[in-house]
C-alpha cells in the first residue's frame, strides 16, 4: 500500500486575537492508501471530523495530495500545519494562495 500527504484548507472562524479579518489552517496528514484517490478521501473524511470537533473551523473544500516516494507507517498523523491570518474571503484566499494557475498539479474530474 502506498503513502500519501495530503494538505486540506479550513477557515477558521474570527476571533478577538485575530488582526485580520479570518485565520485559514493548512495541515498536512499522512495516509495509506490504495490510490490518490483514496487518500484523498481519507483526508477529507478526518478533516471534516476534526472541523465537527472545533466548531469554529470549516473545512474550504481544497485538498491537495502528492504520493510519497516511501512507504510510511502512518495513518492520519498530522505532520503540518500553518495558521494564516488574511483579510480575504475564502475563495480569493484559495485563489491568491493555491490557485495562481502556474502550478503542475493535477485536478481531480470528480
Known amino acids: 500500500m502506498n503513502s500519501y500527504g495530503v494538505r486540506c ?21 499522512i495516509w ?8 484523498v478521501d481519507k483526508a477529507e473524511c478526518e478533516v471534516k471530523r476534526y472541523c465537527e470537533m472545533e466548531t469554529k473551523h470549516r473545512f474550504t473544500g481544497l ?9 510510511i507507517e502512518a ?10 491570518e488574511s483579510n480575504l474571503e475564502q475563495d480569493d ?10 502550478e503542475r498539479q493535477q485536478t481531480n474530474s470528480e
Do not use: C, H
Open 9 to 29: 484548507v479550513i477557515q477558521i472562524a474570527p476571533e478577538d486575537l485575530n488582526k485580520k479579518k479570518f485565520v485559514y489552517e493548512e495541515r498536512i496528514t
Open 32 to 39: 495509506r492508501a490504495n490510490d490518490i484517490d483514496e487518500a
Open 63 to 71: 485538498s491537495q495530495a502528492f504520493w510519497m516516494f516511501d512507504e
Open 75 to 84: 495513518n492520519g498523523v498530522e505532520v503540518f500545519s500553518l495558521l494564516r
Open 93 to 102: 484566499y484559495l485563489n491568491r494562495f493555491f490557485s495562481t494557475e502556474d
